[in-house]
């Protein structure tokens, strides 16, 4: 055997460097394409760069001093932004709704997270080397999931109009008619998830399995890993969707089973 499996190379900063070097060919082809992003492309790599360097020092802290608080503090952090981020982009919808999503997001992702590090991987709740990089995947993910569902919700919402105001005077109630919505809105917030489980292991290979194989782990553990965090990444986003939606979209209408389009 002319190899021999080991953990990742240690990269120095001059080569670590050289990978920016690939963001020539990006930026050539956007100005050849004519696709006016590059300002954006080049604030959008330095910031990556920044807040991923800033993460590393935070969790090279948490991992040398691993207090549940600092934990916790995190994951709040991690929850919290990830509402924010939701939120900003929903800002048109009504106080309920925004508060149906917020503990959607927060249940479903502790409920996903302390199932996978408890009961699957078998660890404590307050070991940062399994609870801050899965809770990372788990509520990024949900975040991505609810963001596209309630896009999806409110645009067709929105497109709907007519035939709404039409099944209403029909005597149709909200329920019955909103609830296609909600679940198109969820079959569309899956599909993102699902069509990566269709494609790994053929079409490309993840990125925490890649992580681990290069780390040193035996492909067949990370493979295990893989499987189990992609279960509880749709497991999240169908959670955060599904109770988001379903207990959102009764605040959109009244007593008087009237559809207020316009709270959205």
Request: a positive charge; charged letters at 10%.
């Amino acid at each position: 055997m002319w190899f021999k499996v080991k953990g990742a190379v240690q990269l120095n900063i001059l080569e670590f460097s050289l990978i920016y070097l690939l963001l020539i060919i990006v930026l050539v082809i956007m100005r050849k394409s004519k696709i006016d992003q590059t300002k954006l492309l080049l604030i959008a790599s330095i910031r990556m760069t920044v807040q991923l360097v800033l993460a590393g020092f935070i969790l090279t802290y948490i991992f040398e001093n691993p207090h549940p608080l600092f934990i916790l503090a995190l994951l709040m952090a991690m929850i919290l932004f990830s509402i924010r981020r939701v939120l900003s982009k929903n800002k048109n919808i009504n106080r309920g709704f925004k508060w149906a999503v917020s503990l959607s997001i927060t249940i479903s992702g502790i409920f996903v997270l302390a199932f996978f590090v408890l009961v699957v991987v078998g660890e404590t709740f307050f070991n940062p080397q399994y609870t801050i990089p899965l809770a990372g995947m788990i509520i990024g993910n949900a975040m991505t999931g609810i963001t596209l569902g309630l896009k999806t919700f409110t645009d067709n919402l929105k497109t709907g109009r007519h035939k709404i105001d039409t099944l209403l005077n029909l005597g149709v109630t909200p329920k019955k008619i909103l609830i296609p919505y909600v679940n198109n809105a969820l079959e569309t917030a899956l599909m993102p998830t699902i069509n990566s489980m269709l494609g790994m292991g053929i079409i490309f290979l993840p990125g925490m399995m890649t992580g681990q194989i290069l780390s040193g782990t035996l492909p067949t553990t990370a493979i295990m890993y893989q499987i189990a965090i992609m279960v509880a990444i749709c497991t999240s986003v169908c959670l955060t969707v599904f109770c988001s939606l379903n207990f959102g979209y009764r605040t959109l209408y009244n007593k008087r089973n009237q559809i207020m389009i316009s709270r959205l």
